[in-house]
């Protein structure tokens, strides 16, 4: 069986940081390109921040010099160090392969708030 468990979503006011972590239960995790997405409603699901096997990253534009995303090949782990927060970084976030494998987590729930 493979899984996918984000967690450390929460409330942070503006300006505030918050880090996600990602735990994958996939043999091929260290083979596999890896990434973290974001939805907000009303809008589709969007690419964060993605990072290699070899660990060269690339980010989005909207998140570039605020976003951090690492990894760990010997836990199986993703993680996503958000600073500087702003309003339209809240959203439903999940991490998965890029491109995506058939199957997502649960995901979680940022919310940025004064």
């Known amino acids: 069986q493979v899984r996918l468990v984000e967690s450390g979503g929460g409330l942070v006011q503006p300006g505030g940081s918050l880090s996600l972590s990602c735990a994958a239960s996939?043999?091929?995790?260290?083979?596999?390109?890896m990434g973290w997405y974001r939805q907000a409603p009303g809008k589709e699901r969007e690419s964060v921040a993605r990072i290699t096997t070899s660990g060269k990253t690339v980010y989005a534009d909207s998140v570039k010099g605020r976003f951090t995303i690492s990894r760990n090949n010997a836990k199986n782990t993703v993680t996503l160090q958000m600073n500087s927060l702003k309003h339209e970084d809240a959203a439903v976030y999940y991490c998965n392969a890029a491109p995506s494998w058939d199957f997502w987590g649960q995901g979680t729930q940022v919310t940025v708030s004064s």
């Open positions: 996939v043999s091929i995790f260290s083979r596999s390109t």
